[in-house]
């Protein structure tokens, strides 16, 4: 009695499975699709900390595309095609193996160029970058930033924190790697930590902040930020 029981149980559970799988068969093929367009397409990227400020700050959300630069297979880092190379002064979201996390950096030196810093001052290819003093907060000077294809804003110390990470270099940058800083020059683990960044471990780009939660004011949101572009 006890062996006809047990032969009838698993027909049983193939019979709820077949009817649970026909009840939340769409339910599965959206969850699917949603999942392959974060991983191949694009997704959504967390700001913490302040590595990046001016520009983005901590509780931002910004968008991902990541079919910026390569198409890849999904869940992975294999590149079946490459759309685009990565320029000076694109925002990038970087799946880093050096330091174990997910950084998001501004791309300041392509493959091939020679980089230079001397006391935050950057020179590309011996040509020295122009600077402009936009305000002063504090202890820290807000700067307009001008590399060879891109302006944006930096922020630098007023002061002598970290003033031995000032300087870097002259280095030149390999193929198919990538000099990153943040734009939060005295306060950034970038290349001059981690080294170059190779293009496999570049996720994608960013050039929005989808909206932004405010940690000082119990998480609430920035109106001002809510799809703010991106310098």
Not at 135 to 150: A, M, Q, T, W, Y
Request: charged fraction near 25%; aromatic fraction near 10%.
């Amino acid at each position: 009695m006890n062996d006809i029981n047990n032969h009838k149980l698993p027909k049983r559970m193939q019979g709820y499975m077949r009817v649970f799988w026909k009840e939340n068969r769409q339910f599965f093929a959206l969850l699917f699709c949603i999942v392959f367009f974060k991983s191949a397409i694009a997704d959504l990227s967390s700001i913490s900390g302040a590595s990046m400020l001016p520009t983005l700050l901590d509780g931002d959300k910004v968008w991902v595309n990541k079919l910026a630069y390569d198409v890849k297979i999904p869940f992975t880092e294999i590149s079946l095609a490459e759309v685009s190379d990565p320029i000076r002064g694109d925002i990038i979201i970087i799946d880093s193996k050096v330091a174990d996390k997910r950084l998001v950096k501004r791309i300041v030196g392509i493959p091939g160029d020679t980089v230079y810093m001397q006391n935050n001052a950057l020179v590309i290819n011996g040509v020295a970058a122009d600077y402009d003093v936009l305000s002063r907060e504090g202890n820290s000077v807000i700067i307009e930033e001008h590399l060879p294809d891109k302006v944006h804003r930096a922020r630098l110390a007023n002061g002598f924190a970290n003033r031995g990470r000032r300087s870097y270099g002259p280095t030149v940058v390999p193929s198919d790697q990538y000099f990153v800083l943040g734009d939060n020059r005295d306060n950034s683990a970038d290349s001059r930590t981690y080294s170059f960044v190779p293009r496999q471990e570049i996720i994608g780009r960013s050039s929005s902040v989808v909206f932004s939660l405010d940690s000082d004011k119990s998480y609430l949101p920035r109106g001002e930020r809510f799809l703010a572009e991106l310098d």
